[in-house]
C-alpha cells in the first residue's frame, strides 16, 4: 500500500499548493483592474457603461486563469487518473 | 497505521498552508480595491452609487477566489477522499 | 503512540504558521484601505458618513479572510478530525 | 510498481506546479493592461473602439501564455507518454 | 517521554515564530495608517474628530489580527491541548 | 528499468517548470507593452496605426522568447533525445 | 537528559528569533510614524498638540505589538513551562 | 549505465533552467523598451522613422541575449560533448 | 559534555543572529525619522524646537526595540538559565 | 570513470546556470538604455546622432558583460581544461 | 576536544555573520540621513547649524546599533564565556 | 584521484558562479548610467563633450568591477594554484 | 588534525561571506549619499564647502562600517584567537 | 590529503563568491553616483569641476569597498595562511 500512499500525499500537498500559489496573481491583477475602474469611474462617470462592461470582460479572463488552478486542483483530488489506476491496480491484484 | 499518519500529516499541513498563502492575494487585492474606492468617493461623491455598485461586484470576485482557497482547505479536512479511502480499507480489512 | 505525536506536531505547527503567514495579507490590506479612509476624510469631510460605511463594509470582507485563517487555525487545535480519529483508536485498541 | 509511483508523483506534482507558477504572471500582466485599457477609456471615451480592439489583441497573446502552462499541466495528467510507456511496459510484461 | 519532548519542541519553536512572523503584517500596517493620520490632521485639523475616532476603530481592527497571533502563541504555550493529553497519557500510564 | 525512471522524472519536472517560470517574464513583459500602447492610443489616436504596428512587432518578438520555453518543454516531453536512447538500448537488449 | 537539551536548545533558538524577526515590523512601522509625524509638524506647527498626542497613541499600539515578542521571548528564557515540567520530572524521578 | 544516466538528467534539467530563467531578464527588456517606444511615438509621431529604427537595433541586441540561452539550452539537448562521449565508451567498450 | 556542547552552539549562534537580524529594522527606522527631521527642519527652521524634541522621543522608542534584542542577545550569552542549569548539573554532579 | 562524471555533470550545471543567471543584468540594464534612448529621441530629434552613437557605445559595454557569461559558458562545454586533463589521464592510464 | 572545535566553528561563523548582516540596516540608514542632510543643506544653507547638529545625533544613534552588532562580534571572537569555560575544563581535567 | 575530482568540480561552479552574479550589478549599473547619460544628452545638447567623458570614466570604474570578477574566474579555470599543486603531487606522486 | 581542518574551513569561508554580504549595505548607503551630493552642488553650488564637508564627514561613518567587516574579515584570517589555540595545542602535544 | 582538499575547496568557493557578491553593492552604488553626475552635469553646466571633483572622491571611496573584497579574494587564492600551514605540516611531516 506503499505507492498509493505516496501518490495520495502528493496529490494532497499539489492540489492545494496549486490552488494557493495560483490565486496570488490573480487576485492582486483584479484588485489592481477594480481599482482602476474605480478611479475611472469617479474621474469620467458618464463612460460608466462601457467601463464597467470592459470590467467585466477583463475580470472574466483573469478570472479564468484562477479556474485554471481550481480545476486542476479538484481533478488531482476528485479525478486523479494516477490514483485511479493505483486503486484499479490494488483492486483487481 | 503509517500510511494513515503520512495521509493525516499531508492533509493537515496542505490545509494550513493552502488557506494561509491563498489569503496573501485576496486581501492585499481587497485592500487596494477598497482604497481606490475611498478616495474616489472623496474625489467625486456623487458617483457614489456606481462606485459601490463596482465595488461589490469586484470585492465578490477577489473574495470568491479566497473561497476557492477556504473550500479546498476545508475539503482536505473533513471530506478528504484519501483519507476516506484509508479509513475503508482499514475498517473493512 | 509515535503516529499521534506525529498529528501533534503537524497540527501545532500548521496552526501557527497559518494564522502567522495568513496575517500579513489582511493586515497590510486593512493599513492601506484606513490609510486612504484617512486621507479622503481629510479631503472632503462632507462625505465622512458615505466613506466610513464603505469603509467598514470594506474592512470587514478583508477580515473576513483573516477569520479563515483563525478558524482553520482552531479547528486544527481544538477539532481536528484526524487527531480525535487516532485517539478514538488508540482508546478502542 | 516503484518506477510507476515515481512517474505518477512527479506527474502530480509538477502538474500542479505549472498552472500554480504560471498564472502568475498572466494574471498580473493582464491586470496592468486591462486597468490601464480602464483609464485610457476614462480619459478618451472617443477612442473606445480602438482602445477595447487592442485590449482584446493583447490579452489574446497574454492569455496564450498562460495556456501553454495549461496545456502542459494536462498533459502531465492525461497524455503523458511516460506514463503510457510505463503502463505499457507493465500490461505487456 | 520523547514523544513529549517532540511535541515541547514544537510547540516552542511554533509559539515564537508565530507571534514574531505575526508581528509584521500588523505593525507595517499600522505603521502606515497612523502616519496618514497624522498628514491627514496637518492638512484638515478641523476634522481631527473624525479622524482620530476613524483611526481608532482602523487600529483596533488591525490589532485584532496581532491579537489572534498572540492568543494563538499563548494557547499553543500555556494550554496546549495535545501537550495536556501527553501528560495524561504519561501520569495515567 | 532506474535509469529509465530517473530520466522520465527528470523530463516531466523539467518540462513543467520550463514553461512555468518561463512565462513570467514575456507575461509581465507583454502587459507592460500593451498597457503602455493602451494609454498611448488614448493620448493621441490619430497615430493608432503606426503605435499597433509597433505593439505587434514588439509582442512577436516578446512572445517568440515564451515560444522557446514552450518548444524546449515539448522536446522534452515529446522528442527526448536522452529518453529515446534509453528505450532503444532498453530495447535492444 | 538528551531531551532537556533539545528543549533548552529550542528554547534558545527561538527566544532569539522571535525578538529578532518580530523587531523588523514595528521597528519599521514606528519609523515610518514619526517620519510623517515631523514632516506633518514642519508643515502645520500650530496642530502639534493634536499630532504630538495621535503620534504617541500610535506608538504606544505599535510598540504593544514588539512587546508582545518581548513577552514570549522572556517567557521561553525564563517561564518555560516545558522546561519546568522537564525539570521537575528530572527532579522527582 | 549509471554515470549516462547522471548525465542525461544534468542536460535535461540544465537544458530547461537555462532557458526558462534566461527568459525573465530579456522579457522584461523588451517589455520595457517597446513600452517606451509606444510612448515615444504617441508624444513625437514625427520621429516615427529613427524611433522604430533605433527600437528594432535594441531590440536584436536584447534578443541577442535570449538566444545565447536558447544555444546554450540547443547545444546541452542535441550537440552535448560530455554525452557523446559517454556514448563513444559506451559503444567503445 | 554533548549537551553543554549543544546549547553552548545554540546560545552563540542565537546570540549573534539575534543583534544581527535585529538591527536590520531599528537602523531603517531611524534613518527614515532622522532624513524626514532634516528635511523638516529645512523647511520650517522655525519649528526646529517642536521637531527636534518629537524626533528625540521618536528615536528613543525605536531604539528601545533594538536595546530588546541587545538585552536577549546579552542574556544568552552572560545570564543563560539553561547554561547556568547544565553548569550546576555537571558539577553537583 | 565515476570522477568524469561528476566533472561532466557539474559543467553541464554551471555552464546552463552561468548564462541563465548572467543573462538576468545585462538584459534589463540594456533594456533601461534602450527605453531611454527612445524617450529621449521624442524629447530632442535634433540630438539624435549624439543620442545613438552614446547609446551603441553603452549597449556594447554592457553586451560585453553578458559576452562574458557566454564564454565562460562555452568554455566550460568545448575547452575545459578540468574535463581535459580527466581524458588524458584515462586514455593515458 | 571536538566539542572545543564546535564552539570555535560557531563562534567563528556568528562572529561574522554578525556584523556582516548588522552592517546592511545601519549603513543604509546612515546613507538616507546623510543624503537628506545633503539635499537639506542645498534647500536651507542658513540653517545648516541645526541640521548638521541633528544629523550628528541621528548618526550617532544609528551608529550605535552597528556597535552592538561590532560589540558582539568581538565578545564572540575574544572573550567568550562558553570558550573560556571550555578551555577551563580542559585544562583543569 | 578523488580530490582532485572535488577540487575541479569546485572550481567548475565556482566559476561560472562568479562571473553569472557578478555580472547583475555591473549591467544593472552600467544600464543606469547609461539611460542618465542618454537623457541628459537630449536635456541638454550643448554639454556632450562633458557627459560623454564623465560617461566613460564611470563606465570604466563599474566595468573593473565586473573585470574583478572576470580575472578570478578565468584564474580559477586556467591558472588554479590549488590545482597546480594537486597536480604536481600526482605527478611527483 | 581534523578538528583544525574545521576550524580553517570556517574561517575562510566567514572571512569571505563577512566582507561580502558586508559590503553590499555600505556600497549603496555611499552610492546613495554621493549621488544626493552631486544633485545638491548642482542645485546650490554656493554651498560647496558645507557641502562636501558633511560629505566627507557621513561617508567617513557609512565607510567605518565597511572597515568593521574588514577588521573582523582580518582577524579571522591573520590573528584567529581559535586557529592559534589549535595550533598551540597541536605543538605542544 | 583529505583535509588539504577541503580546505581548497573552501578557498576556491569563497573566493569566488566573494567577489561575486562583493560586486553587487559597489557597481549599484557607484551607477546610482555616475548616474545623478551626468543629470547634475546637464542641469548645472558650470558647476562640472566641482561635480567631477566630488563624484572622483565618491567613486573611490564605493570603489575602496569591492576593493576589500577583491584583496580577501586574492588572498585566499594566493596566500591563504590556512592553506599554507597545511602545505607546511604535509611537507615537514
Keep these: 500500500m506503499d505507492s498509493m500512499t505516496l501518490i495520495a500525499v502528493a496529490s494532497i500537498s ?4 496549486t490552488i494557493a500559489v495560483g490565486s496570488i496573481g490573480p487576485a492582486l491583477g ?3 483592474a477594480v481599482s482602476t475602474a474605480l478611479s475611472s469611474l469617479a474621474q469620467q462617470p458618464d ?3 462601457t467601463i464597467t462592461r470592459t470590467l467585466f470582460v477583463g475580470l472574466a479572463m483573469i478570472e479564468s486563469i484562477a479556474i485554471y488552478c481550481f480545476v486542476i486542483s479538484m481533478i488531482l ?3 486523479n487518473p ?3 489506476h493505483a486503486i484499479a491496480q490494488t483492486t483487481g491484484k
Excluded at 499539489?14 to 499548493?17: N, Q
Aim: aromatic fraction near 18%; glycine fraction near 12%.
Design 30 to 32: 483584479e484588485g489592481k
Design 77 to 79: 483530488i476528485f479525478a
Design 47 to 49: 463612460a460608466a457603461a
Design 14 to 17: 499539489t492540489a492545494g499548493l
Design 82 to 84: 494516477f490514483w485511479n
